[in-house]
């Protein structure tokens, strides 16, 4: 990474340039998309391809996208950002994921429904199958939020066109020394419009058909991205086996269905979940052996101040995993030492 850095410093050459456009080039390779665009983060990879779609296919303000309640914030305000309404929908209490029951789905549909994102959580992808397919049906985009799922490989690139957006935020699987994002896609329109969308609506320099924004991936970044891509099947690798090792040893420590390793490459653990009707005292016990966790995420986007006109909302699996869910220790430089201490830590937790 240093040496990457320097040779862009020394290139004399900081923003749009041979970094970035070698990133996409190998971003694209590695997710085999058709078209990628780098952008300044992960929000705007979502508001900029829904803004791009909004253009494109002559959506109006406040028309609605389908957007699950348990998800990072990011997921709902890129909807809001680019003047649509997101309708919260609720997960599976299996595994977090967006709900994908036909009936249900239906069930929240209007005249004005334009999207639905389902939310790679955790690393898992959403049931795509199912989602193409009612999509399908009833004419809507997909925006697939894989800000969490960096190489979770799917069955899908030849099945669907997919367009998909990514955070390089520096704890994501594939994090950059700072901000950065992305979109792929197999949509060649699309993504050329999403281009000039985040490069101020320029569509040649200093003419502008759209009033854009500047949402742009440095070369510094990509050059570090670059690096760091061509470890990313080994960080995940290595996230799944302290995920299998994790899921071994604590499927009985307590009440709580736990989520089973998943290892068909199809879950890359940006997170490991634990389901626990103790969380705040078993958060306080790990914290004093020096063992750090989070909450992802300990109150649902609908029951958040800055969405006050969704709070009466009840949506019951996205509440209880707000409720029960602790987020356990796991990142590639994670020793089979520490992984077996946090083990040990939630037993002696529960033996109490
Ligand atoms: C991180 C994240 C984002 C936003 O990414 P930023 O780069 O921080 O803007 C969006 N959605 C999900 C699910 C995320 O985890």
Redesign the pocket.
């Known amino acids: 990474m240093i040496d990457a850095a320097h040779e862009t410093i020394q290139s004399g050459w900081y923003l749009r340039g041979r970094q970035t456009e070698a990133f996409e080039r190998e971003w694209g390779d590695y997710c085999q998309a058709p078209y990628t665009v780098a952008v300044g983060?992960?929000?705007?990879a979502?508001r900029l391809t829904l803004l791009a779609w909004k253009i494109l296919l002559n959506w109006s303000d406040g028309d609605e996208v389908i957007v699950p309640a348990n998800?990072?914030i990011?997921?709902p305000l890129a909807v809001s950002q680019a003047g649509l309404r997101p309708v919260f929908c609720d997960v599976n209490l299996s595994d977090a994921l967006i709900c994908t029951e036909t009936s249900y789905l239906e069930s929240l549909l209007t005249p004005r429904t334009r999207c639905i994102i389902p939310?790679h959580?955790y690393g898992q992808l959403a049931n795509l199958d199912r989602i193409y397919t009612f999509a399908a049906k009833h004419s809507l985009q997909v925006l697939e939020?894989a800000?969490?799922a960096h190489g979770a490989q799917s069955i899908y690139n030849n099945v669907y066109k997919r367009t998909c957006?990514y955070?390089?935020?520096p704890g994501?699987n594939l994090g950059a020394l700072g901000?950065?994002?992305c979109i792929t896609t197999s949509d060649k329109e699309l993504s050329t419009l999403i281009r000039s969308l985040a490069n101020y609506g320029q569509s040649e320099k200093y003419i502008h058909n759209y009033q854009g924004v500047n949402s742009r991936l440095d070369e510094l970044q990509a050059a570090i991205l670059r690096v760091k891509l061509r470890h990313l099947n080994a960080d995940n690798h290595r996230r799944q086996q302290i995920a299998s090792y994790y899921a071994s040893q604590l499927s009985e420590v307590n009440s709580f269905h736990q989520p089973s390793a998943i290892m068909d490459g199809s879950h890359v653990y940006h997170i490991f979940p634990f389901l626990t009707g103790r969380r705040s005292q078993l958060q306080q016990f790990l914290d004093r052996t020096n063992i750090q966790t989070l909450c992802h995420y300990p109150v649902a986007c609908h029951k958040q101040k800055a969405y006050s006109s969704e709070n009466h909302l009840t949506i019951p699996n996205a509440e209880f995993w707000c409720q029960h869910e602790l987020s356990l220790p796991i990142s590639p430089v994670l020793s089979d030492e520490q992984a077996e201490y946090v083990v040990a830590s939630i037993r002696m937790f529960y033996q109490q």
Do not use: E, H, I, R
């Open positions: 983060n992960g929000l705007d979502l998800t990072f990011a997921t939310v959580l939020d800000c969490q957006a955070s390089f935020y994501k901000d950065g994002g």
